[in-house]
């Protein structure tokens, strides 16, 4: 049985003070990602602060530019949201994406943006692991997966990290010296580290419309039809009026990442290049940001053979006019 | 399907549906008994390895701790955990606890505490030294020169078996094929994934009796087993199978009931132990993994003239039900072939243990088989449907490498079926707008109803004085609704309603022996000792009858439930229940008990066709299958309804290992990598294609009211016609399973 404290702050506050308080109090979004990690031994802390009772923080609000969405806003209500499908089609389609329909409905936006990366050999009991060293992850100094890397590569699965991208998504966080915005995509720094602290709240995300003729999709491959981490997931928007395009991929490395210099040649050539030549731009840069990773389900390789797969697909139901079919 | 049955043949409901829709069945894990404490097993995180100390001093002294008991204090003698008949292929080579482990999860040690937790506290604090050993995982390592023996004192090499079955003359065959195909293939290990985990409870009283509730498929092999390693009698051991949430062989052994004894043994109260789902996942055990080379010997006319088969199984770290396996792989060749040979091997490697699984070795051979099969003939241009009906068995035929014929046989029926169905799904998808890349892929599966020589099954039917029955068997229902069945079986013959009869089954100190729940031989060999104490039954009802009207026993008849009495006061037509009141009571009343006994001389095959339909996204070289259609030959089905259930089970699970289901040992760290059900891939309800049933109009002169057997038939066909579809598809052979992987691999490569 598992025994902490358990707080319910009745403001944000309340919270930061709470994580403040303690070192070794972790925020409880929806559990989902959480409670398995407790119950193979693999994180302990010292109290949960739920912030279940954080009304703000469950809010959906439209402006003009865009949607801020509360961090504790469910993935079930991310997908069904109307707004949300009509203007940010890809981040509906993500959240829709993600595990099964008990774990989108108790999963958060912000618990799946945050959530823990995982390695074949550290989603484990304990048992499991108990002759292995502690590795990066669990504050020991290895990663078997690179014995002579420097930092650990697990991979981050987050279905909606790709959505985020091409949306160009910010972040509001707060502690109890105050609230600052950062840019999703500097959420993540190069060793796989992030850019928050155990005392910080991500407490809403803004996510920007895009440009009214702008069509966007979001795309998953996984072993299976539900329940599976993606083996690769893609987000793509292309923008007719800017001739712009945002083509971002997950599960693939220790962050998200977009294919910047394929979406930089594209607005360099104005969008008068084929998709033929677009793909193998897009695959190259892939195969070049692509993490090494041994995972259960695909080797690098293969993985690499359904992300070229994917990537095609994608630019393909993008349908961008004026751009030649593969 | 033969009229004229009234209670055969008919779907009634099972016995135990409502309980488990409601949730009111009871399993082990709901079990709680007065006094009852719990038990854990501390287990090897190496593959292969030598405890060098073991420490136990913490574990002893946690608040809670009852008890703990190394491989130093249980009785040190090799025993095999099979349920299954004795014979020469039963190799005794594991231990109750271990000092010397052979597979992740070997067991070293155990503790009794009064909660699970505490268990779990206790064994933390249990320190081993282990020495690490060199390891082997594949076949190929593990026979290598130089590799390191597992069981030293035993054998010389990994080999622990070789099996071969014989018929014909090779040379002969060899001279007669015209064509001639081979082929090598290769199926990886895969887990059952039962509902519920495997659980027992076991009470060591003080008057030195012994009681295991749990999961079982062979309550009384268990019993045997645990006899010999207590040096208790028989008489004195009770085993009892509650629900079940599944076996699929997973149980026809042991698992941690010997531990649970002598834990019980030292504490003298009720042990309860459940597995969690990565004890199920790699140290329950495994089906095997296997790698198959066949040859396929053709004539000019197209008639199958040789087929030879060379297959090595990883068995992991002990044999358990290795050799068996090969033995019954051997055996179910469903086409005339005049000269055969099966060549099999069975390999100690440190993985994780391999068992009985759905089809015992079947799944492996005929995936292999059928595959060569139908890359002759694409190879050919032959039609894969007329080559095989071409050369299937018939009735008379005699079964290659064994010593009887067939008695019924409805594949020509089975492969109309599944085409018509076809046609009607095609018919459907002409109609969609969509353009989809499919293809149909075809194979044919066959197996056994029960063993033969080894087997026997035996069953009590007691009439009560008001004219209801209850049937008292040893076999084991496990969720096949074998209870039921075996029910109907009683009321047909009796001339009663079906809910005039209630099964009583699995628990050896009530009910009579069985060999156990395996080799589909519930309805078969269970069935047919039920039929005959039914028999029983009915002539001491008409011997207490003539009794009781001073008549004989030529003048009483049984028909259409009703009992006709010719004696010197006329005629009289009385109903079972009337007849059995008047039996019963008086000066010349008796009690009804009929027994039966029946040991099977023949293993007749029922039969499966299997069409799969693939969908192949060529952009991701993904796979999806929306249809599977098989059409079986089950004989005359006692309960169409349960056929149907098993058939859609069956379905998944091949269609399961054919696609994605498989353990992996991690080369770096030499662990089982599918150690939970995110990582082990077992389809999902979005996954699974429609499954269309039709089952044929079959009798078996041999069965029980016709009835030959479902239960494993079904999972056996599925991963050659996925395969086959795969390549009518894409012209891409994969010759493993599961595809997904290997067919991304290939793709690739091009």
């Not at chain 2, 040893?474 to 079986?489: E, K, N, R, V, Y």
Request: aromatic share 8%.
């Amino acid at each position: 049985m598992i025994q902490t404290d358990w707080f319910e702050p009745k403001s944000l506050e309340e919270a930061v003070k709470l994580l403040a308080d303690e070192e070794g109090r972790r925020i409880y979004a929806g559990g989902t990602d959480v409670v398995p990690l407790l119950k193979y031994g693999l994180r302990s802390y010292s109290g949960f602060v739920s912030l279940r009772h954080l009304q703000e923080m469950h809010d959906i609000k439209v402006d003009s530019d865009g949607v801020w969405i509360g961090a504790m806003v469910t993935l079930t209500q991310l997908m069904e949201n109307q707004t949300i499908k009509a203007k940010l089609p890809a981040l509906a389609k993500a959240a829709g994406a993600v595990a099964s329909p008990q774990i989108r409905n108790s999963g958060t936006i912000g618990g799946n943006l945050l959530q823990e990366r995982r390695c074949k050999y550290f989603n484990r009991t304990k048992r499991w692991r108990c002759n292995l060293e502690r590795c990066y992850l669990l504050g020991g100094n290895i990663c078997f997966q690179a014995p002579r890397s420097k930092y650990c590569r697990a991979l981050y699965y987050s279905d909606l990290a790709p959505a985020m991208l091409i949306y160009d998504s910010i972040l509001e966080l707060t502690d109890t010296c105050g609230t600052k915005q950062i840019v999703f995509e500097d959420l993540f720094n190069p060793d796989g580290t992030r850019n928050l602290s155990s005392q910080q709240i991500m407490t809403k995300i803004f996510v920007r419309f895009p440009h009214p003729t702008a069509t966007s999709l979001f795309l998953k491959y996984s072993v299976r039809a539900s329940l599976d981490f993606p083996v690769v997931n893609t987000a793509a928007l292309y923008s007719s009026n800017e001739e712009r395009l945002a083509l971002a991929v997950g599960a693939a490395a220790p962050a998200p990442f977009r294919l910047k210099d394929t979406e930089s040649q594209f607005q360099e050539m104005k969008g008068k290049i084929s998709n033929e030549d677009l793909f193998s731009l897009a695959e190259r840069e892939f195969s070049k940001n692509q993490a090494v990773v041994a995972e259960v389900e695909a080797t690098p390789r293969i993985k690499l053979s359904q992300a070229r797969g994917l990537i095609k697909k994608t630019l393909i139901q993008l349908d961008m006019k004026g751009v030649a079919k593969c | 399907m033969r009229k004229g049955f009234s209670v055969v043949g008919a779907s009634f409901a099972r016995n135990d549906s409502l309980d488990k829709v409601i949730g009111a069945a009871e399993y082990t894990c709901d079990l709680v008994l007065p006094g009852m404490v719990y038990g854990k097993i501390l287990r090897s995180p190496y593959a292969h390895a030598r405890v060098l100390s073991i420490d136990t001093t913490g574990a002893k002294k946690t608040d809670g701790v009852l008890g703990v008991i190394t491989f130093k204090d249980v009785p040190e003698v090799f025993y095999n955990c099979s349920g299954t008949p004795p014979s020469a292929l039963v190799i005794k080579d594991e231990k109750i606890l271990t000092g010397e482990p052979k597979h992740v999860g070997d067991k070293i040690a155990a503790v009794v505490a009064v909660t699970p937790e505490i268990c779990d506290e206790a064994l933390s604090r249990i320190v081993v030294e282990y020495e690490e050993l060199p390891v082997v995982l594949e076949i190929n390592e593990a026979l290598a020169d130089g590799a390191p023996v597992l069981h030293r004192s035993l054998f010389e090499s990994n080999l622990c078996k070789t099996f071969v079955a014989e018929e014909g003359d090779i040379e002969q065959g060899l001279k007669d094929s015209y064509y001639l195909f081979t082929g090598e293939y290769k199926a990886e290990m895969v887990q059952h994934i039962a509902m519920e985990p495997t659980g027992c409870i076991c009470h060591y009283t003080r008057d030195d009796t012994i009681t295991v509730w749990g999961t079982s498929q062979t309550p009384y092999h268990d019993r045997r087993i645990l006899s010999d390693l207590t040096g208790l009698s028989e008489n004195r051991i009770r085993v009892i199978k509650p629900e079940m949430g599944g076996g699929f062989g997973g149980r026809q052994q042991l698992h941690h009931q010997p531990v649970g004894v002598f834990l019980s043994k030292l504490v003298r109260r009720p042990v309860k132990m459940i597995y969690d789902r990565e004890e199920e996942m790699y140290a329950s055990a495994v089906r095997h993994g296997a790698q198959l080379k066949l040859q396929l010997g053709v004539n000019r006319d197209q008639k199958i003239v040789l087929l030879t088969a060379e297959v090595f199984l990883n068995t992991g770290g002990y044999a358990t039900q290795g050799p068996i396996v090969l033995a019954a792989m051997s055996n179910k060749v469903q086409y005339r072939v005049p000269h055969y040979r099966f060549e099999g091997y069975c390999v100690y490697t440190n993985a994780p243990v391999a068992g009985a699984m759905r089809g015992y070795g079947n799944p492996q051979l005929n995936f292999a088989r059928e595959t060569l099969i139908n890359e002759a003939c694409a190879k050919m241009g032959w039609n894969t449907m007329e080559f095989r009906l071409k050369n299937h068995l018939q009735v008379g035929d005699k079964i290659p490498s064994l010593n009887y014929p067939v008695l019924s046989c409805s594949i020509q029926e089975c492969s109309e079926a599944v085409i018509q169905i076809k046609d009607k799904i095609e018919e459907q998808q002409r109609q969609e707008k969509k353009t989809i890349k499919r293809a149909w892929g075809l194979s044919f599966g066959s197996h056994g109803s029960g063993i033969t020589e080894r087997d026997q099954g035996a069953a009590v039917v007691m009439v009560n004085d008001d004219g209801s029955v209850n049937l008292l068997v040893g076999s084991a229902d496990i969720g096949q609704g074998s209870d039921t069945i075996l029910a109907q079986i009683v009321a047909e013959e009796l001339g009663l309603a079906r809910s005039q009869v209630i099964t009583l089954s699995a628990d050896t100190g009530l009910t009579p022996y069985d060999t156990g729940t395996f080799s589909s031989r519930q309805a078969y060999v269970t069935g047919n000792a039920v039929l005959l104490a039914a028999q029983n039954v009915k002539e001491s009802l008409v011997n207490g009858l003539a009794r009781v009207f001073s008549t004989d026993k030529s003048s009483i008849l049984f028909q259409d439930g009703k009992i006709t009495i010719k004696s010197s006061l006329g005629t009289k037509t009385l109903s079972f229940e009337e007849a059995v009141r008047k039996a019963s009571f008086g000066a010349t009343g008796q009690v009804f008990i009929g027994q039966g006994c029946f040991k099977p001389d023949k293993s007749p095959p029922p039969y499966a066709v299997c069409l799969v339909q693939i969908e192949v996204d060529e952009i991701m070289n993904s796979v999806k299958i929306p249809h599977i259609i098989m059409s079986v030959d089950v004989g005359q089905p006692i309960n169409p309804d349960i056929v149907e259930g098993q058939v859609h089970g069956g379905v998944s699970m091949g269609l399961g290992a054919a696609l994605f289901e498989r353990i992996q040992m991690d080369n770096r760290k030499e662990k089982p990598l599918e150690s939970d059900l995110l990582y082990y891939k077992v389809p999902l309800i979005l996954d699974s294609p429609a499954i269309h049933v039709h089952i044929a109009n079959g009798f078996e002169p041999s069965g029980p009211f016709g009835a030959k057997s479902v239960g494993e038939l079904p999972t056996v066909p599925v991963a050659a016609a996925v395969v086959d579809a795969l390549y009518q598809a894409t012209g891409v052979w994969v010759r493993e399973t599961p595809i997904l992987h290997k067919f991304n691999l290939k793709k690739m490569a091009e």
